[in-house]
């Protein structure tokens, strides 16, 4: 029985190896594929082009020294000011406020969810801070003006304070940061292997040592690239300042009075009918170029510092 | 025609009285020791597979015969999975692999300028070591491969027969639409089976299937060996030298061996010959201690 | 002895300040829940929502801020899932990351993804409402420059989900005789599309947020009809609600409750997103 199976096997044709047919579908999907990815890099490149066009126009007009050192800003009176001195002020001057919050909040928070916090607890602290960074920004400028500087900073503190002033964007647009300080430097602190915090457990170390002098240091890169993020979020924030910190360009660094930013005057400033290669409209794209390059510089260096905790631990 | 064994192989010792030690010497061609057989499935002739420019086996030379159940066996890094992996073109998947030599498939070579792997693969399935059911239904499993392939008459009837001949219908057939991932692991490796089946293959690769299973299921999936290979030609990597012993015709030894010019490790042939010589009366001494477990 | 003392003490003052701060955010976050809702949710009525904006704050309402924010979201929707989901499998399924130009598309989804909103609006600006496109101040012109803004949200959401999805799914397939576009249309994509999906509502709950590009983009402050086309001049509810901050309120129009309502039809979108990506991630993620 065997032989007669074997013998009708081997009476089976012989298979042929089907004949190999360019698939240009496959290829044709392969290069839509690829367009598509590259529309990413068109995004950057477009955003380069049309920055640099314009203010290479606006700079035709308004010498580069003018603009990085005058100290008036008044694009739009008669004589015009390019000074962009007094919006740097401001946009620091807030964004220095705002990481005065979102520092030790969100490195507290991260070091409780990290170190500290039972399961529990973790799952209601983790959606809170969710939620905060799912705010949109506009409710956040709602919020300082309506709320924090009538009721926390006037009657609550007694401050002197303008209705529209930098302090209370500043403060507001803090707690908006601390989940991105919070999460990164949280990531970056589970990272650090459980041997270091055995060890020093071992040797009797307490927890707040641990978490101070073990955990915090070992997890640093990640936590310089999660506030050198918070900050280029800060100086890239419009709404928070553009509701609450009122529109005067002025070179003083007091926190109670009002203070445009680079990116409120943009969007204080176009109402979307400024006539193309008008100067408010090359004013915006000068500034707007200002703006990207302070917030590259500050990604690149974060990423650099992400990409340094990850080798050491991963 | 070499008879075909079937039953159950014992562990042997080598008799003490005819110890049987040639020099081991490099053969170019195993397969001409062994008795020849009417049709060729694969013919290897100088086959060395590398990763990266470094050669996971070298200079693998033999004959894998039509309908007849061939092992690979040997220890853990000689090579054996890349080595099945290159019968079907499944190592092309794996970037820095590279193949030289010759891999004849009934007389066609595989690695040709013109072959296209997808066509290989159409006429050489696999069976990977974990079993691995898509995430769908039992049946929308084994119709995937008719349907991608365009074989999508008489649909329902293929699934049947994919599942009758890989002896999974009657324990299935009222749970068709239900998820693979329901079924235990000698069925999801029964399922696997049946799905390279629906596309009419050839010849079935096998790469450790019953490692990851319990020896019920093991059992099971060599009786349907022994089934299938009336239609189909089975090779078979397998850690388990009693379960090569028990299904397979021929058998292959392979060993890891330290590759005096680049001093890494490869693996290379060492004897391949009917199964019943190979575990009573091998003739490399290398052999005889591999499959009297003197050597791991 | 009195060492451990000091050591405890400092401990669970530490403790405590960590939660501090932590209760601090928590705080802030009730407080300005309590106030919007106090504000506005007198303001929520069937009429509210379908009024248009007026003058008159008694007779205001966001009927076309809504329905423009819906068109906004569809549009959003239409350019970054085909977009987002083939760039996802170029970069997985198809990219040598060896090679320099795939390495570039990496770190220009990374570097967009910090850009300030507001540059996306000049982006928008210049070259859909302007410039080449010269699509003029319109919801198409809108819809786009937000699908730009959070294109890199969908791309990485749905780079995670097809990551995800087991090699040994990808070699069964393969083993078969599939071509690789069959396997990935007919087994890696189907299995993604839960993550896929979970990151389009991240990316829209994003977009319907933001303020900043819309404004430059030329988004009406003041609208009194519905988008009837793609090329329809447009507003949204971030914008009215701005417009509706930035009035000055006297004793006969007070725009703050309006506004206060607008923010509270924008937080129950946001939530019922939300909410819905919560539900998808439960119900359909597959642990593998």
């Known amino acids: ?314 | 025609m070499a008879e075909q064994v079937t039953e159950p192989r014992q562990d042997s010792k080598a008799e003490p009285e005819a110890p049987l030690r040639r020099p081991i010497a490099a053969r170019r061609h195993m397969g001409d020791a062994v008795p020849e057989r009417a049709e060729y499935v694969f013919e290897l002739d100088g086959v060395t597979a590398s990763y990266h420019g470094k050669a996971a086996v070298r200079d693998i030379s033999l004959r894998i015969a039509r309908n007849d159940i061939t092992a690979l066996i040997g220890p853990s890094g000689c090579g054996k999975s890349t080595l099945i992996r290159c019968l079907n073109r499944m190592n092309d998947l794996i970037p820095g692999a590279s193949v030289e030599g010759k891999v004849l498939y009934h007389g066609q070579d595989l690695y040709a300028d013109g072959v296209d792997a997808v066509e290989v693969r159409k006429l050489i399935g696999m069976v990977f070591q974990k079993p691995n059911p898509f995430p769908k239904s039992i049946y929308d499993n084994i119709a995937f491969g008719p349907r991608v392939l365009g074989m999508k008459d008489d649909l329902e009837d293929r699934v049947e027969q994919a599942l009758r001949h890989a002896a999974l219908w009657d324990e299935v057939k009222d749970r068709l639409k239900t998820n693979a991932f329901t079924m235990s692991g000698g069925q999801q490796q029964r399922l696997c089976i049946a799905r390279c089946l629906a596309v009419n293959p050839d010849a079935i690769l096998m790469d450790e299937p019953c490692s990851a299973l319990d020896p019920i299921s093991t059992g099971k999936i060599e009786d349907l060996m022994l089934e299938l290979k009336k239609e189909y030609s089975i090779v078979i990597v397998t850690h388990n030298m009693q379960q090569a012993g028990r299904v397979s015709d021929r058998t292959a030894f392979l060993m890891v061996e330290l590759d005096a010019q680049e001093k890494h490790r490869t693996g290379r042939l060492v004897e391949f010959d009917e199964t019943e010589k190979i575990f009573t009366n091998p003739t490399d001494q290398r052999t005889e201690e591999y499959v009297t477990g003197k050597v791991g | ?288």
């Open chain 1, 1 to 314: 029985m065997e032989a007669a199976a074997a013998s009708a096997a081997a009476q089976r044709a012989v298979p042929v190896i089907g004949a190999a047919r360019r698939r240009w579908g496959e290829t044709a999907i392969r290069g839509l594929l690829f367009v598509a990815a590259m529309i990413s890099v068109l995004t950057t490149t477009g955003i380069v082009v049309s920055l640099l066009r314009e203010t290479i126009v606006f700079f035709k007009s308004v010498g580069l020294f003018e603009y990085l050192f005058g100290t008036v800003w008044t694009p739009t009176f008669e004589p015009a000011s390019f000074g962009v001195l007094p919006l740097l002020v401001g946009t620091f001057l807030i964004c220095g406020i705002a990481m005065l919050v979102a520092v030790p909040l969100g490195l507290a928070a991260a070091i409780y969810l990290s170190e500290y916090a039972r399961p529990p607890v973790r799952k209601t602290v983790k959606p809170v801070l969710e939620l905060l960074a799912g705010v949109p920004t506009i409710v956040f400028g709602y919020f300082a003006l309506t709320y924090f500087t009538p009721n926390i900073l006037k009657d609550i503190l007694g401050l002197h304070i303008d209705v529209f002033n930098a302090l209370a964007a500043g403060i507001i647009m803090g707690f908006m940061i601390v989940p991105t300080v919070a999460s990164i430097s949280e990531d970056a602190m589970s990272a650090v292997p459980q041997s270091l915090r055995e060890g020093a457990f071992g040797l009797g170390a307490s927890k707040l040592h641990v978490s101070l002098r073990i955990v915090f240091p070992a997890a640093l890169s990640g936590i310089v690239a999660s506030i050198v993020l918070g900050v280029s979020r800060a100086v890239g924030e419009t709404m928070i300042v553009l509701v609450a910190a009122g529109q005067v360009a002025s070179l003083s660094a007091n926190p109670n009075l009002p203070h445009y930013t680079i990116t409120s005057f943009i969007g204080a400033q176009a109402k979307g009918d400024i006539p193309t290669g008008s100067v408010e409209y090359k004013t915006i794209f000068a500034l707007g170029m200002t703006l990207f390059l302070i917030t590259l510089v500050m990604n690149l260096i974060s990423i650099r510092f992400v990409r340094k905790y990850r080798q050491v631990y991963e």
């Open chain 3, 1 to 288: 002895m009195s060492a451990s003392w000091t050591a405890r003490a400092k401990d669970l003052g530490f403790r405590a300040l960590l939660l501090g701060c932590v209760g601090l955010c928590v705080l802030l976050l009730g407080l300005l829940l309590v106030d919007i809702v106090r504000d506005g949710a007198g303001q929520l009525s069937f009429d509210f929502l379908n009024s248009f904006a007026s003058t008159n704050a008694g007779q205001a309402g966001v009927e076309a801020a809504l329905t423009g924010t819906l068109w906004l979201m569809g549009i959003c929707a239409v350019f970054i899932v085909p977009v987002g989901v083939a760039s996802a499998i170029y970069l997985e399924e198809y990219a040598d990351s060896t090679k320099w130009w795939n390495r570039l598309i990496e770190v220009n989804i990374q570097n967009l993804a910090a850009v300030p909103s507001i540059v996306y609006g000049i982006l928008g600006l210049a070259f859909l409402v302007r410039g080449p496109l010269s699509l003029g101040n319109v919801v198409l012109a809108g819809g786009l420059t937000l699908g730009l803004l959070v294109l890199p949200v969908v791309i990485i959401a749905g780079r995670e989900a097809i990551r995800a999805v087991p090699p040994s799914i990808r070699e069964g397939s393969l083993a078969l005789g599939a071509t690789k576009w069959q396997t990935i249309w007919k087994q890696v994509l189907p299995a993604s599309i839960p993550g896929i999906a979970t990151g389009v509502i991240l990316a829209l709950s994003r977009a319907i947020g933001e303020t900043a590009p819309l404004i430059v983009v030329g988004a009406a402050t003041f609208i009194a009809f519905n988008p009837e086309g793609l090329d329809s001049q447009f507003t949204a509810l971030p914008i009215q609600i701005f417009d509706w901050i930035s009035r000055p309120s006297n004793d006969v129009n007070n725009y703050k409750p309006l506004a206060a309502g607008g923010i509270l039809v924008l937080m129950i979108l946001l939530m019922a997103m939300n909410a819905v990506a919560i539900w998808l991630r439960n119900r359909y993620e597959r642990k593998w």
